[in-house]
């Protein structure tokens, strides 16, 4: 009974995980490592952003950092 509890709360916090929207824009957000894939840079780049805080991102409880794409794009625009 309590393992059938859990399977479903896990299954529903990775659900709500990918839903994250940015607090600014309202833009879904994406994972680090795959805006960088995305935006064709190194991830080290998308995390050089995350701390210089010119992007918005956001931090989901499985310690996975999130960035919002249209703050990525308007920061490597600028550089
Ligand atoms: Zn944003």
Do not use: W
């Amino acid at each position: 009974m309590s393992v059938r509890t859990e399977r479903k709360f896990v299954v529903r916090r990775q659900i709500s995980e990918q839903l994250i929207s940015c607090e600014k824009c309202r833009e879904q957000m994406i994972s680090a490592q795959f805006s960088a894939d995305f935006f064709g840079v190194s991830s080290r780049m998308i995390y050089r952003l995350i701390e210089s805080s010119e992007i918005h991102f956001a931090e989901t409880d499985a310690n996975e950092i999130y960035v919002c794409p249209v703050s990525v794009e308007q920061a490597l625009k600028t550089i």
